[in-house]
């Protein structure tokens, strides 16, 4: 494909809200499409509603969209600085007599001079305005459901149709992709190009997503925040990898896999219109497997970021970073995202650990024959050596004499020295990173329970 009819899609996000998983998703199907076909990224801030926007969020735009790996080729262009060219836009379809100034009543007024305090209207034609959607199809809408509509407020602003038909004119842009959501928009915006004398882009509306209840993802309900994701540990190309897959899917089946190689298989015309299920349990899976592949120096810098921030549980002073390494390679198989190191090592750096009443439950109360499990425990541990081994067969030699088979013989215990019934490997970093006072103790307070 030369360059002159290379396509010009943008991502043109509004900062009145954080960067949400759906709008992550429309950059990056962006993104991939200008990439698959030497084509050009713009990114357009269209800024207009000036009582909601917040440097901050405009901010959060470029710090996640660089966090996912996508990148643009031209822009941030902010709508805010295009008001004149609107108002000229408006003017030429007044002056043409495809809009019409209104007064607060709607009811039209003579003149083509745009003022304060007044708004001007589409004079919409009668017909049908038919849309061929790269993902939906034709999509035809007769003119009179759509009346004749605002295109500049009385308060000086243009409406988000007439500044979208305006911009993706001015810059040329081919492919608008974006949301279903607007789909209701998009005659309109024909319209106006077409009245202005330009060619409108080809349209592709992506499909909804939604949860597991089939609903559309809200914000007010679900767990949508690109921050919060980030938070919890999810990696970025395991989060871009996903979003790639909500809505479409590549032709060979594979789903994780390199971005370079879904860039090959991204086809446009591949995307599914049905409505996408935003899957948490299928992206902590793709975040475990990205986890695993991370080598032993970066996936410890991953880790970093939520072992010593704010809300860790421990104590400042008895944190120990070699501790971490050491644990690192027997957690790294097991978890699915990165916050999840909290638990697994927690019991290491806390004066007492943290019992999990279900395990507590489970193990110790209803556990066979726990008091006397720990009971032999203490009394093997208080003089043994202090090895791995040697502690490993005095906790299984107490459960068998009380006719408890291995597995079951040391869940006592675990639960007594880190507060759950599954974790890493018990014995080893037990006996490399506590003391055995420190481990007696903590058993001796859990027999005191019973």
């Given at each position: 494909m030369s360059s002159a009819d290379s396509p010009r899609v943008r991502f043109a996000p509004s900062p009145t809200g954080y960067l949400h998983v759906g709008s992550a998703r429309t950059a990056l199907f962006n993104w991939l499409y200008a990439r698959a076909t030497g084509g050009t990224m713009v990114l357009r801030i269209e800024?207009?509603?000036?009582?909601?926007?917040?440097?901050?969020?405009?901010?959060?735009?470029?710090?996640?969209?660089?966090w996912l790996g996508i990148d643009y080729d031209e822009g941030p262009f902010y709508q805010s600085e295009r008001r004149e060219r609107h108002r000229e836009a408006v003017q030429q379809l007044l002056d043409n007599g495809r809009a019409y100034l209104c007064d607060a009543d709607d009811n039209e007024l003579p003149g083509t001079e745009m003022g304060d305090g007044r708004a001007v209207r589409f004079r919409?034609?009668?017909?049908?305005?038919?849309?061929?959607?790269?993902v939906r199809g034709e999509v035809a809408v007769d003119h009179a459901q759509l009346g004749d509509f605002v295109i500049w407020r009385s308060d000086g602003s243009p409406t988000f149709v007439l500044a979208n038909a305006v911009d993706d004119a001015d810059m040329a842009i081919t492919h608008a992709i974006r949301g279903e959501d607007l789909l209701s928009s998009t005659p309109r915006a024909v319209l106006v190009?077409?009245?202005?004398?330009?060619?409108?882009p080809v349209y592709a509306h992506l499909p909804l997503l939604v949860n597991e209840q089939r609903k559309k993802l809200s914000?007010?309900?679900?767990?949508?925040?690109?921050e919060s994701y980030r938070k919890q540990g999810f990696l970025a190309e395991a989060m871009a990898n996903y979003l790639a897959l909500l809505g479409w899917g590549p032709r060979d089946g594979v789903e994780i896999r390199p971005m370079a190689e879904i860039i090959?298989?991204?086809?446009?015309?591949?995307?599914?219109?049905?409505?996408?299920?935003?899957?948490?349990?299928?992206?902590?899976?793709?975040?475990?497997?990205?986890?695993?592949?991370?080598?032993?120096?970066?996936?410890?810098?991953?880790?970093?970021?939520?072992?010593?921030?704010?809300?860790?549980?421990?104590?400042p002073d008895r944190f120990r970073p070699d501790v971490v390494a050491a644990m690192a390679p027997?957690?790294?198989?097991?978890?699915?995202?990165?916050?999840?190191?909290?638990?697994?090592?927690?019991?290491?750096?806390?004066?007492?650990?943290?019992?999990?009443?279900?395990?507590?439950?489970?193990?110790v109360l209803r556990g066979k024959a726990a008091p006397e499990i720990l009971d032999a425990t203490i009394a093997a541990l208080t003089d043994c050596p202090w090895d791995a081994e040697t502690v490993k067969d005095?906790?299984?030699?107490?459960?068998?004499?009380?006719?408890?088979?291995?597995?079951?013989?040391?869940?006592?215990?675990?639960?007594?020295?880190?507060?759950?019934?599954?974790?890493?490997?018990?014995?080893?970093?037990?006996?490399?990173?506590?003391?055995?006072?420190?481990?007696?103790?903590?058993?001796?307070?859990?027999?005191?329970?019973?």
């Open positions: 800024d207009t509603d000036e009582s909601r926007n917040r440097p901050e969020l405009t901010d959060a735009i470029f710090e996640y969209l660089g919409t034609p009668e017909g049908t305005t038919a849309i061929d959607d790269v190009a077409e009245a202005l004398g330009a060619t409108p914000k007010r309900r679900d767990d949508v925040s690109l090959e298989q991204f086809r446009l015309e591949d995307v599914n219109k049905a409505p996408a299920f935003f899957d948490i349990a299928k992206l902590e899976h793709f975040n475990g497997v990205y986890i695993r592949e991370l080598d032993p120096e970066t996936f410890l810098a991953a880790l970093e970021p939520h072992l010593t921030g704010e809300d860790v549980p421990w104590p027997l957690v790294q198989e097991k978890l699915r995202t990165l916050d999840g190191i909290v638990p697994q090592v927690d019991w290491l750096f806390l004066d007492e650990p943290d019992i999990d009443e279900q395990s507590w439950e489970k193990s005095a906790v299984f030699a107490a459960g068998e004499a009380h006719g408890v088979n291995r597995s079951k013989s040391q869940a006592p215990v675990r639960v007594a020295v880190t507060g759950r019934s599954v974790g890493p490997p018990l014995f080893e970093p037990m006996v490399n990173h506590l003391t055995r006072e420190e481990v007696l103790h903590r058993l001796q307070t859990a027999r005191s329970h019973l």
